[in-house]
């Protein structure tokens, strides 16, 4: 896939404090729409050591407490102008446990924009023979432009 759009945005969001979480779905997802990038790839990134991108439903009351490490980015996709999620799936900013907590966040967005239509790689509805063997990306070089 080829790259003809680079977007790079910060995004401000508040602070709740030690084990607060913030909602940046539809933020994000105002971002991704402005960005008018209707196919690819939408990266959100926290420089902030004592805060976590999760990928979670927050109404789960172990959503993200996994015990991993934290993630400091996450790599989403876009279509139609807007994040491909899951039915119920968000993306949050956590606050670690710690010291006081500045009453902002800044985060950032970057929008790449493909070139390629996404194709389904199961047309047939399953994977296997009939789907046909991928082509492999090892050893491809990707051009990119704008970054």
């Not at 979480?21 to 990266?43: A, D, I």
């Not at 789960?60 to 490490?69: I, L, S, Y």
Request: proline share 10%; charged share 25%.
């Amino acid at each position: 896939m080829t790259w003809k759009a680079d977007v790079t945005r910060s995004l401000l969001v508040p602070s709740g404090g030690p084990g607060a979480t913030v909602e940046l779905t539809e933020p994000v997802n105002q971002l991704v729409y402005q960005s008018e990038v209707r196919r690819g790839l939408c990266f959100v990134f926290t420089p902030h050591r004592d805060t976590t991108l999760e990928l979670a439903d927050p109404t789960t009351p172990q959503a993200g407490r996994n015990g991993g490490p934290p993630r400091n980015q996450v790599t989403l996709l876009v279509v139609d102008r807007r994040l491909f999620l899951a039915p119920g799936q968000q993306v949050i900013l956590r606050e670690l446990e710690g010291e006081a907590k500045p009453s902002r966040r800044r985060l950032l967005v970057r929008v790449l924009d493909g070139t390629e239509p996404l194709e389904d790689p199961f047309p047939d509805g399953g994977g296997g023979e009939a789907a046909g063997e991928p082509e492999p990306a090892v050893g491809k070089e990707r051009e990119l432009e704008g970054g």
